[in-house]
């Protein structure tokens, strides 16, 4: 099994910013890519931004140019750093990680509780 925990969410004006970090642990073989989605009230879940193994990241096309995932790799951490946010970012963001459970085994995908962040106008 693998937890995730996040840290980091909170209430800000909009135009502000927020960090928000995400901790694996357990017992795992490796950890294939981190990410963060977010879901607002009533909608969907959805990706905000991913970060494999190799360094490659994805955005969402609302939070390009805004928001910037990074990893540690040695620490099996990810980080979202929000610059620029609006009340439309508002939302529980949740960390993502696909792991190897054990070398010749599938990926397994787990999720975090979530972390609220709210942004006010």
């Known amino acids: 099994q693998v937890q995730l925990v996040e840290s980091g969410g909170g209430l800000v004006q909009a135009g502000g910013s927020l960090r928000l970090s995400c901790a694996a642990s357990?017992?795992?073989?490796?950890?294939?890519?981190m990410g963060w989605y977010r879901q607002a009230p009533g909608e969907q879940r959805e990706l905000v931004a991913t970060?494999?193994?190799?360094?490659?990241?994805t955005y969402a096309n609302s939070v390009k140019g805004r928001f910037a995932i990074s990893r540690d790799t040695a620490k099996n951490t990810v980080s979202l750093q929000m610059n620029g946010l609006k009340p439309e970012d508002t939302g529980v963001y949740y960390c993502?990680?696909?792991?190897?459970?054990?070398?010749?085994?599938?990926?397994?995908?787990?999720w975090g509780r979530g972390t609220q962040v709210t942004v006010s106008s």
């Open positions: 970060i494999t193994s190799g360094g490659s990241t």
């Open positions: 993502n990680t696909i792991v190897l459970p054990a070398m010749y085994r599938l990926p397994e995908n787990f």
């Open positions: 357990g017992r795992f073989f490796s950890i294939s890519a």
